[in-house]
């Protein structure tokens, strides 16, 4: 048990830890941490790499649904009953990920308030992004997607952000997130690079001025 001196829980050595109920895998870029309806029996913790999610459909079209950052839960269906998963989680990058059994995050959620507290915190921005990702499908460009999109992954707004995005980051991949084809994000990304909002250097750099594209009124 991830104790502290004064014998309190320490969410963030329990995540960076092993033990009864979890264990810890690395996987390589492309790797599949589960399949689309596979068993849905453990809750995993990310901590290191980006993760995609997605759900194919019966005619074999990929969808992704949201791309997991490092220090994010995922795969936490399972705690709600669903026993199938409805979509696949696979490695962007090379990723480290925590597994934690089901039952070992019912009895954390039950037994330790500072855990708890951690996956709240996780579930209310999760579903803070969710409502933003509507209203920007329901109302947006798809360049104003996509930029949105690149200051996601670049972790823009947080502490030391942004981050620069990995090159396996594709144009493919990048359609299937902002739900256009890849020709307009590659007109759209040579734009971006031609304005400065964007560089490479073997990996995508975001600079703050693609913000401008958001603030256009224009559509």
């Not at 090379?94 to 995050?105: A, F």
């Not at 490479?200 to 001025?209: A, M, P, Q």
């Amino acid at each position: 048990m991830a104790k502290i001196n004064n014998g309190t829980f320490d969410p963030k050595r329990f995540l960076a830890s092993v033990g009864p109920g979890r264990s810890n895998t690395v996987y390589a870029k492309g790797a599949t941490v589960f399949l689309q309806e596979s068993a849905a029996d453990s809750v995993f913790y990310l901590r290191k790499g980006k993760i995609k999610i997605a759900a194919t459909s019966p005619q074999g079209k990929e969808a992704i649904v949201a791309v997991v950052s490092q220090g994010e839960f995922f795969g936490e269906e399972c705690l709600v009953g669903q026993t199938v998963r409805p979509t696949a989680a696979i490695a962007l990058t090379e990723s480290e990920v925590l597994r934690i059994g089901k039952w070992e995050m019912v009895r954390l959620l039950a037994e330790e308030p500072a855990f708890g507290q951690v996956f709240t915190r996780y579930l209310l921005a999760r579903n803070s992004r969710l409502g933003e990702d509507l209203v920007d499908q329901l109302f947006n460009s798809s360049e104003k997607r996509l930029a949105r999109t690149l200051l996601l992954l670049a972790n823009y707004g947080n502490e030391g952000g942004p981050y620069p995005i990995s090159d396996n980051m594709d144009q493919a991949t990048l359609a299937k997130m902002v739900g256009t084809t890849r020709p307009r994000i590659s007109r759209f990304m040579n734009e971006f690079r031609r304005l400065g909002y964007i560089t490479y250097n073997g990996h995508i750099e975001v600079n703050r001025s693609l913000l401008k594209v958001l603030l256009r009124d224009k559509r």
